[in-house]
């Protein structure tokens, strides 16, 4: 059984950094293209980032592009997201997600194993 386990959540003043992991178990993550998305109080869920399984292909989102910065760590089985110069438009609950699929996927609905979620609060 796979779970994902996103932790490094919190409350951030806006210009603040968190930096959100995901522990994977369950599967072997050099074989995972992972992902993280968010959504925020009434609205759709939306892409943030993803990686390759060898870490040589990486997408963002134009919102966070510049500020957020995807990395994973194979042998530790752990996907970072490290978030920079944070603004109340990134508040919201944030999930990883994995695929088997080839390069970074960028659309939620190729990803079949998801998190919890950790919730990312951002004052201004």
């Known amino acids: 059984q796979v779970q994902l386990v996103e932790s490094g959540g919190g409350l951030v003043q806006a210009g603040g950094s968190l930096r959100l992991s995901c522990v994977v178990s369950?599967?072997?993550?050099?074989?995972?293209?992972m992902g993280w998305f968010r959504q925020a109080p009434g609205k759709e869920r939306e892409f943030v980032a993803s990686?390759?399984?060898?870490?040589?292909?990486?997408a963002y989102a134009d919102s966070v592009k510049g500020r957020f910065t995807i990395s994973r760590d194979n042998a530790k089985n752990t996907v970072y997201l490290q978030m920079n110069s944070l603004k109340s438009d990134d508040t919201a609950v944030y999930c990883c997600?994995?695929?088997?699929?080839?390069?970074?996927?960028?659309?939620?609905?190729?990803?079949?194993?998801w998190g919890q979620g950790t919730q990312v609060s951002v004052s201004s």
């Open positions: 997600a994995g695929t088997p699929a080839i390069g970074a996927a960028t659309m939620s609905r190729s990803f079949v194993f």
């Open positions: 990686i390759s399984r060898s870490g040589g292909s990486i």
């Open positions: 369950g599967r072997t993550l050099a074989s995972t293209t």
